[in-house]
């Protein structure tokens, strides 16, 4: 029973005067239903009538009832000519009854107006049936008793028999009948009126042979049949028909006993009619106790069966539509699955509409492409409907709508309401699909009529929206998937190097276009290390090619196996190969961040690099080499004067020793001395010659570990004559213990020359006195060795500190400008930094940073 | 009273100092050597006659910076340049200073005793023809 609170007025006045005409209605049968002289009536319905108003209406209301009942009570009982105290006393007995019958039922029972559990019918029957009457029963004879003078226990006897006969026949008839309504007998087939009628017609023949054989006008012979006769039929009613059917016939019997006692009939030998009857309502009462118990047993038993056949039909639902998921083979299949669970979904709960509504980017809309609806509702064009923002809100928030009713929906989703309402929709149930904590959309049922979404309802929902979610989630995860694997796939192919996918085992699972056309020998990269087809484990080509003696390969071996064995974090080399013609390449060697394990290989053919290298090289060989012969022309005079030295001392000497022996007697042993001299000179000539020669000689490309400290001391002398010459003092500052350098002893030997030279030039305008250089060597950073060539020239102009390592850049007047640029060429090509700034006080410094040997070798 | 001839040999290269002394020597001259300008001016006394062999390029003073600087302290001794690479300009300021020969390395050792000879026979001269002045 639903209360809409904008009608309780209205409700209110109905369900008053619903009660005031039913209680009319008893009062009369009641009335007619007495022993003369007695107050009391064997049969008194609206006591029960009250109790059944009660019992439907929340307890909030009734007061409405006993409001309904009282005008009709006072009217019926006073126009008998009764006191009107006892009248009131007598409603408040009657009253009294329908409270306490109606309080307990309440309070025990968790529905009170059904009667289809063994507690319902339990609370039923000690409550209204028992309690009710026998408590008020001793209020209402003392009333009785009190003014009409009857005498107390007669009349509580008569009264509580009947009316425990009453309420136990007319309440459970009435609650039915309001609740279950015309619905109710509208799901009655043709065969169960049938049944209903011919056990009708049964029970008043049977009542009327047993319980007033003198008013059929005929007897059975022999004894009189026992009461127990009708309990056949009563058990058939009650397996049949239930509470309900129960209570119709009882009230049928205690009708037919009633009237039959008022009317003389004594089915009891030897009784007064009142006793007679009494006896009568006892048995009956009893035999109809553990009817509603049967009853209750056997509904409950029934709803048991109709609880499971339906959950059974829910999980085959649940099964069928999983089923069809896993079956379905590609996308058309898999939407056609989905839409066959939306209707298995739809015909199971009967409603008249089922959607999936995606929530997408800018998804407002009700999306119409995933429906379901029933044959007999009218068409929804879902497509053209308005917007559903509140739903869609809701639905982000991952919160279900349970709406009965959507013009109850709040203020907020007055555009939702509206969208449903124009499809004709009257109530939803909105449930979020979310799988691993993504939404994917939401579930809409809708119906067309006002539907109660029961908690089950909404549960089975919330299964099947897990269930379509979890495909939904599937599917969609299975199209990312394959679109990055198309992504991947489409990346690799549109590389020109060639790659191949390892596992940890080294074998190849998967490779690229490249690298497929040279496994099947169509590339022009067929020098590639091991290149071989899918399957096929890399590491055992690459050792056979190593054994064969491919230096390549061996050393791509190495690496490989260092990085599948996460020895390495990743391997490049470079490597050439002359098969058909030499070519170089880089390989790469790149682990894959997996559980399995695994690794990326990659070969690029450098040749064209590798090539314009080499011939860098050779050029910045012979530039060098051009360099450092012009820089030794500007060192001829120095190293004339250093040749001519020696020369001198010979050229004396000889002629010295010529005299010496002209002389009378010959100066033998000032000849020796002389012979001594003379071969120191020439001796020192060849040493001069071969430093000169030295610095002539062009490059070789090998390179040793070097040390720093005699590097600038073999370059010192070189200069030192110079130094002479110019008059210029040139300190030195070494640090014995610096680390050592690899490299070209010829090239780095020019760098420091050049340095010197220029440092010695730099101070040729400057006085004399002032004219200084100093070369330090020191440990840099990292283990780097740092060299500093200082002079006290007029250092470098704003200008040339820029430019000064730049080809062709000279301040000197016969200068070629390519010194310093060499000086870095070479010190670059080293893996150092060369770099001038200007001293603080006067002059520049020239330094040098050499990577130590240690780093060196990596 | 006149005292030994004495040849003074400035050379700051050892091996060219050792051969000009030797055949200086060889040839009947008493030698004194110097490896620096700066090692000959701080000589006390200088016997004459004296005659100088002295190097052009040394570090710090050259032979151009001693012939100058004994010619501003008056002391005109005869002097020999010798160089290892002459060229024409050096070789007329040579002479424009008043030096007694201009000799470029190697050179005959003729050449050499020879300007020697000269040179002592020069300030032997000065020497006597100062005393006279004195005298007088």
Known sequence: VRWPDQASWWWALCTAGLVGLGYYLGVLIGSALRFPPATTSVLWPPNSILTAALLLTPPSRWWVCLAGALPVHLYVQTSLGWPLAMVGALFLTNCSEALIGAGLTHVCSDAPSRFDTLRRAGAFVAGAG?????????????????????????????????????????????????????????????????????????????????????????????????????????????????AGGISSALFLLALIASSAAIFGSRPFEGLAPSESLIALQVRLVLMSIPLFAVAALLDERHGAGAELASRLRFEELLARTSASFVRARGTEEAETAFDDGLMRLGMLLDVDLVLFLKVGAGGRELDGTRQWRSDSSPRFDVSRSGQVPWILSRLREGRPIICEDVSTLPDEANGDRVALAGLGLRSVLVVPLVAGSRLHGGLLLATVAARDWSPQTVGQVQLVSELLANEVGRRRSEDELRSSEAMKTAILSSLPSLVAVLDRTGRIIAVNQGWLDVARGDGDSRGAVGVSAVGANYLAVCRRAAAAGDSGASVALGGLEDVLSARADGFATEYSSTDPITRWYAMTVVPLRRSEGGAVVSHVE????????????????????????????????????????????????????????????????????????????????????????????????????????????????????????????????????????RGHRVELQQVMLNLLVNAIEAVADVPPAERGVIVRSGRGSSGSVLVSVQDSGP???????????????????????????????????????????????????????????????? | VTATPTVYVIDDDLSVRRAIARLLRVAGHKVVTCDSADAFLALKTIPRPACLVVDVRMPNLTGFDLQQTLRLEGRNLPIVLITGHGHAAMAARAAATGALAFLVKPFPDGVLLDAVQTGLQMDQEEQSRSARTDDT
């Open chain 1, 795 to 858: 250092g470098l102009s704003p200008d040339a500190e820029g430019t000064i390592f730049e080809p062709f850049f000279t301040t000197k007047t016969g200068g070629m400008g390519m010194g310093l640029a060499i000086a870095r060429s070479i010190v670059e090509s080293h893996g150092g930094r060369i770099w001038a700034e200007n001293h603080s006080q006067r002059g520049a410094t020239f330094c040098v940073s050499l990577p130590g040997a240690d780093e060196a070798t990596m």
């Open chain 1, 606 to 741: 450098v040749t064209e690099r590798k090539r314009a290298e080499v011939d860098a090289q050779r050029a910045r060989q012979e530039l060098t080499h051009f360099a450092r012969v012009s820089a030794m022309g500007e060192l001829t005079a120095s190293l004339a004067h250093q040749l001519n030295q020696p020369l001198t001392g010979i050229s004396i000497n000889a002629q010295a020793a010529r005299r010496c022996l002209d002389a009378t007697p010959p100066a033998v042993a000032e000849v020796r001395d002389i012979v001594i001299d003379i071969i120191d000179d020439s001796l020192r000539a060849g040493e001069v010659i071969r430093n000169m020669r030295g610095m002539m000689v062009r490059t070789s490309g090998e390179s040793s570990v070097l040390d720093v400290t005699a590097l600038i001391r073999d370059v010192a002398t070189l200069v030192a004559s110079d130094t002479i010459i110019r008059n210029v003092s040139v300190t030195f500052d070494l640090d014995s213990r610096v680390p050592r350098v």
């Open chain 1, 130 to 242: 028992l309690a009710g009457p026998i408590l008020s029963g001793f209020g209402d004879a003392a009333v009785v008793e009190a003014f009409r003078g009857e005498p107390y226990w007669n009349v509580w006897q008569t009264r509580v028999f009947s009316n425990v006969l009453t309420e136990l026949s007319v309440v459970p008839l009435i609650v039915l009948t309001v609740t279950a309504g015309t619905s109710c007998l509208g799901r009655l087939t043709r065969a169960q009126f049938a049944e209903a009628l011919v056990l009708g017609v049964f029970l008043v023949g049977v009542g009327i042979f047993v319980l007033a054989p003198e008013a059929a006008g005929f007897s059975v012979p022999g004894e009189a049949m026992p009461m127990v006769s009708v309990l056949p039929l009563l058990f058939w009613t009650a397996i049949r028909f239930g």
